[in-house]
């Protein structure tokens, strides 16, 4: 292959890997600072305290985590990469449970958990039945009250919908260990959205990895075409 063919062939994955930078599929790092407030059957339940911080690390903006995960550990202060998946209604693969009608079940029932705050064991209730959602927690004794009828009362009566109002949650799914090695780690769901989630982006290496060759057969192109001719 001569020397013009490798330039053409390096700008043309230059330009693939500029336009195939994933818009929705970056990586952030999710920082858990504090545990939550209740504790119910010797867990702690409702939402837990955690931030995120901007590329420059000039801005940081702290909300609350619901964890949907029962069975993993989660350290607290610790920090670890997630993958945010908007729960806009539609399925993700990218969450680490696909089937994404719990996902909107457990929507409906952080709302109920966070009207409710203040309310140490109904709290703890609707914890335990977002946990059930995900987990077999069978032989666990996890209290759930009447949060499975109320549930299913909400999804027979039309209250549980695609046009629910699942812009307001997000998915924040662990793709690496936290901060001192430990793994697994919990998934989690946030009801508040951050304002620029452009702006907590980690690029994944691969990602860098490409982009970076893909700038390098752009640039040995443009060099190529910038030699006069003879």
């Given at each position: ?13 230059g330009l693939?890997s ?91 029932l ?11 064991t ?71 959205t ?12 691969s ?19 910038s030699?006069?001719?003879?």
């Amino acid at each position: 292959m001569n020397k013009n063919a490798v330039a053409r062939l390096l700008a043309c994955v230059g330009l693939c890997s500029l336009m195939a930078v994933p818009a929705a599929a970056d990586l952030v790092r999710l920082y858990a600072n504090t545990l939550p407030v209740d504790q119910y059957q010797g867990n702690y339940v409702g939402p837990a305290g955690a931030s995120l911080v901007d590329a420059s690390a000039a801005h940081r903006w702290d909300f609350g985590i619901i964890c949907d995960d029962y069975y993993p550990t989660t350290y607290v202060p610790s920090n670890f990469l997630v993958r945010i998946t908007p729960l806009s209604g539609a399925g993700n693969p990218a969450t680490k449970f696909l089937e994404n009608a719990k996902y909107r079940q457990a929507a409906w029932l952080i709302d109920q958990l966070y009207d409710n705050i203040g309310t140490g064991t109904t709290v703890g209730q609707i914890q335990n039945e977002i946990w059930t959602l995900f987990s077999d927690v069978t032989g666990r004794g996890l209290d759930t009250g009447d949060w499975g009828t109320r549930l299913q009362t909400a999804i027979s009566n039309g209250t549980i919908t695609p046009t629910y109002g699942y812009n307001r949650f997000e998915v924040y799914t662990p793709v690496s260990a936290d901060n001192y090695g430990h793994s697994p780690v919990q998934e989690f769901i946030s009801r508040t959205t951050p304002p620029l989630l452009a702006d907590y982006t980690v690029p994944e290496p691969s990602l860098i990895i490409t982009l970076v060759l893909g700038a390098a057969g752009i640039a040995a192109f443009w060099r190529k075409r910038s030699i006069p001719l003879d």
